[in-house]
């Protein structure tokens, strides 16, 4: 037997196509059912009875780098460690609110928050003027 040098081989491709149809047709049967599962922790209650229940604390910062929370004065230069040892005694839970004087340093109120972060708070927010 002698073999044509000439000949183009032909690539029989149905059996590919009728694996693949029949592969699909299983795909779009079983894809409805699969069905994956998060598991994930929910909130206990409301946010609104949550937040009624802790006293939130109140910072402000006036112009002149006077830093009140709630009603106690605290020195500016100090506030870090003198507010570390006064938030050891209040629930790290509370929402913590700054305000402070438009006319302060960016990095003079990022100090303050920083130091809020540091005590041990979560939930700080920024107070703007409208």
């Not at 690539?11 to 693949?20: A, C, G, Q």
């Not at 059912?33 to 922790?41: A, F, K, M, S, T």
């Not at 438009?102 to 540091?118: F, P, T």
Request: no cysteine; charged share 20%; hydrophobic share 45%.
């Amino acid at each position: 037997m002698q073999y044509d040098w000439e000949e183009k081989p032909e690539l029989n491709i149905t059996p590919l196509v009728d694996v693949m149809l029949v592969l699909l047709a299983i795909l779009m049967v079983i894809a409805p059912n699969i069905v994956y599962e998060e598991l994930i922790r929910l909130p206990q209650g409301s946010a609104q009875k949550q937040s009624m229940q802790k006293k939130p604390i109140d910072i402000s910062i006036n112009a002149r780098k006077e830093i009140k929370v709630n009603s106690n004065y605290f020195e500016f230069a100090s506030f870090g460690d003198n507010f570390f040892n006064y938030a050891q005694q209040m629930d790290k839970q509370s929402s913590v609110m700054i305000r402070a004087d438009k006319s302060l340093e960016y990095g003079l109120v990022m100090m303050v928050l920083a130091s809020v972060k540091r005590a041990g708070f979560s939930e700080v927010s920024l107070a703007t003027d409208g």
